[in-house]
């Protein structure tokens, strides 16, 4: 059940999107006194000056009677030349920005009571847009005054926060590897292989995907697990952070237990009714239990509830590959293929054929500068899907003005590598390596992949779908071992442990079925 769980929400961690917006200043002013407010806008079709000396400053002509969905009611006379100030609502926000355009105003700023969403719209609609147009929080409009300038100053593309997002990468990788490969290593020595197939539970608590028809099955349910987020966001989302919280502290206090196992912390048991309690057990679900609730009640107080949800997202990424085993390489392969593909589609083609990108839906829920593999964002909503790592900037310039701002990390572009990394940790294991040669070079490509994947980002200043370096990465670097030590055979279809239990179901499958036929009752004997 727990591993269902945990397919369930895997589900919903592979949401990114490349969205060229960002936080910018409406400073206003009157006299020798002036205020500055934050505001957002889509910086491909509003680009903004970067300091306030370039900046153009308009007055200000306040409408926020009316939505401007048509230039009714509006003199061209009263907004030419001038910034326009309207309520948002109804109509979308290219519509309002062509109504001003029309009647002479050189700046839309679009007052909303909700959260600050970034404008968006196909590339097709603003292209008619030739003035600036942003959103600003209709509490900051009433305290404005006269005379507006809007400005942009630029983001530090490389930020401290980036190291420490890596850092958390890598570590929860090798660490969920390790123990994967020190559970199997258990697993065997405790003669549990000796009673199980390789493609069952090794016990309660492991589930192994072997089956290649049902990779495809679950990567076809998280594909209609996102169309079902478009359509159905604000109800899922409940359910989503429900799931993560059950999912999470039970990972947690999986993890804390392990390690007090590792250390030899005794456990003190006692009996009522028959039913077995240990206190350790009892007191570290207490704790854990206690954190997740603590998070699920602060879970939007951004200032000090990202090191719960960090803390919570390690230990669930790190339970999830230990829990979930890919039997052979070939699953490896094709389940990650498969996601990469995944990944690939719903971040850049995605956009072609759709009005707003689902992945846009879904980030739009926050505000500010958000990309794929780490982004910023404003003041946050009222609920955002809790499947990121986040690290605050620390070079942000709008830390104060514009709320708190994180690099971020998807659980996804842990998780998926994590698998062929656990899956290389215990094919260690099953040959007896001592020297761990392929966890170790699976860890390694995994770094540089990651690595690669933040240059790119870097330097082409747009988002990148992190699987599209991560996979080939890991996959060429854990076939090119396994060709170079001649065990390609072995690692593709995983060990002879697992052949023989697959050829001895098989066999009993087979024998059951013929002593059926003739309606016998003898035992089958399958050599072992």
């Known amino acids: 059940m727990e591993g269902a769980v945990k397919l369930g929400l895997l589900s919903v961690i592979f949401f990114a999107s490349q969205i060229n917006c960002q936080e910018a200043i409406l400073h206003i002013s009157s006299g020798d006194s002036y205020r500055e407010y934050c505001i957002v806008h889509n910086h491909s079709w509003t680009p903004l000056s970067e300091t306030l000396d370039d900046a153009v400053q308009y007055p200000l002509v306040n409408?926020?009677?009316?939505?401007l969905c048509n230039a009714s009611g509006i003199l061209p006379d009263l907004v030419k030349g001038k910034a326009l100030v309207v309520t948002r609502g109804e109509c979308d926000f290219s519509q309002k920005a062509l109504v001003a355009q029309s009647l002479g105003a050189k700046t839309l700023l679009i007052a909303s009571n909700e959260d600050l969403t970034t404008p968006s719209a196909n590339d097709s609609e603003?292209?008619?847009?030739?003035?600036?147009?942003?959103?600003?929080?209709?509490?900051?409009?009433?305290?404005?005054?006269?005379?507006?300038?809007?400005?942009?100053?630029?983001?530090?593309?490389?930020?401290?926060?980036?190291?420490?997002?890596?850092?958390?990468?890598?570590?929860?990788?090798?660490l969920g590897g390790y123990w994967s490969g020190a559970y199997e290593r258990d697993r065997l020595n405790s003669g549990v292989a000796d009673t199980e197939g390789g493609d069952n539970k090794a016990d309660s608590g492991q589930l192994s995907l072997y089956s290649p028809l049902k990779v495809v099955i679950f990567v076809a349910m998280m594909c209609g697990m996102l169309v079902l987020m478009y359509y159905f966001y604000y109800v899922l989302v409940y359910i989503i952070i429900a799931i993560f919280c059950l999912a999470?502290?039970?990972?947690?206090?999986?993890?804390?237990?392990?390690?007090?196992?590792?250390?030899?912390?005794?456990?003190?048991?006692?009996?009522?009714?028959?039913?077995?309690?240990?206190?350790r057990s009892i007191l570290l679900a207490a704790v854990c239990i206690s954190i997740t609730v603590v998070w699920a009640v602060y879970r939007n107080e951004d200032r000090w509830i990202w090191i719960l949800q960090d803390l919570l997202g390690i230990a669930f990424c790190l339970n999830f590959m230990k829990t979930i085993s890919l039997s052979?390489?070939?699953?490896?392969?094709i389940l990650l293929s498969l996601l990469l593909v995944y990944d690939v589609f719903f971040v850049f083609i995605t956009p072609f054929f759709?009005?707003?990108?689902?992945?846009?839906?879904?980030?739009?829920?926050?505000?500010?500068?958000?990309?794929?593999?780490?982004?910023?964002?404003?003041?946050?909503?009222?609920?955002?899907?809790?499947?990121?790592?986040?690290?605050?900037?620390?070079?942000?310039?709008?830390?104060?003005?514009?709320?708190?701002?994180?690099?971020i990390l998807g659980y996804g572009d842990i998780i998926v590598p994590g698998l062929l990394v656990a899956y290389c940790s215990r094919f260690d294991v099953w040959i007896k390596s001592s020297k761990k040669i392929y966890f170790v070079s699976c860890c390694i490509a995994y770094l540089l992949g990651m690595l690669l994947t933040f240059a790119v980002m870097l330097l082409s200043g747009m988002g990148q779908p992190a699987l599209l370096y991560l996979v080939p990465f890991t996959v060429i670097t854990s076939a090119v071992v396994a060709g170079c030590r001649g065990e390609m055979k072995m690692f593709w279809a995983g060990t002879t442990y697992e052949v023989r239990q697959a050829e001895k179901i098989q066999c009993f499958d087979s024998c059951s079925y013929v002593l059926s036929a003739f309606k016998q009752s003898s035992p089958c004997f399958c050599d072992s």
């Not at 409408?63 to 939505?67: A, E, F, P, R, V």
């Open 63 to 67: 409408w926020t009677s009316t939505l």
């Open 126 to 174: 603003y292209a008619k847009v030739n003035i600036s147009l942003a959103l600003m929080r209709y509490r900051d409009f009433l305290e404005a005054r006269q005379v507006v300038k809007l400005y942009a100053p630029p983001y530090s593309k490389i930020d401290p926060s980036i190291a420490v997002i890596l850092l958390i990468a890598v570590v929860t990788v090798t």
């Open 248 to 279: 999470s502290a039970s990972a947690l206090f999986s993890c804390i237990d392990a390690v007090l196992e590792k250390i030899g912390c005794g456990t003190l048991s006692f009996s009522v009714r028959n039913w077995n309690f240990s206190v």
């Open 328 to 333: 052979n390489f070939k699953i490896c392969v």
């Open 354 to 407: 759709t009005k707003v990108c689902i992945c846009l839906f879904l980030f739009s829920r926050f505000s500010g500068l958000e990309q794929y593999f780490f982004f910023t964002y404003l003041t946050p909503p009222s609920e955002k899907l809790p499947v990121v790592m986040r690290v605050p900037r620390f070079s942000a310039w709008a830390q104060n003005l514009c709320g708190m701002q994180f690099s």
